[in-house]
């Protein structure tokens, strides 16, 4: 491979990767990440059981996984469950 496809390629997996990172923020931004919306408690993580009353809300977390071709959107507590994908189509 060439210097100059290494830099392109390394140049798309970024802009990828910040595309993945800014819909998983924006994902994330509507879910009730302030506070459990049943009982209140402050430490309230989407998709994890709260501590508190024991809800859990229905869309978990959004994070940002890797993949051969790109990067996946997935929910935190199944990985299987991909939000979005976003891939290089160059490689």
Same mark, same amino acid.
């Given at each position: ?18 595309? /993945?990172?800014?819909?998983? /923020? /924006? ?17 309230? $993580?989407?998709?994890?059981?709260? $501590? ?5 809300? &229905? ?17 935190? &507590? ?14």
């Amino acid at each position: 491979m060439r210097e100059t496809d290494f830099h392109r390629l390394c140049a798309a997996f970024e802009t990828q990767r910040r595309c /993945a990172q800014e819909f998983a /923020a /924006a994902f994330n931004e509507k879910l009730p990440s302030d506070m459990c919306p049943k009982c209140t408690e402050s430490s309230h $993580v989407p998709g994890l059981t709260c $501590v508190a009353c024991g809800y859990k809300h &229905t869309s978990a977390w959004a994070i940002v996984r890797d993949t051969e071709f790109g990067y996946d959107v997935v929910a935190l &507590t199944s990985r299987r469950t991909i939000y979005a994908s976003f891939v290089v189509e160059d490689v």
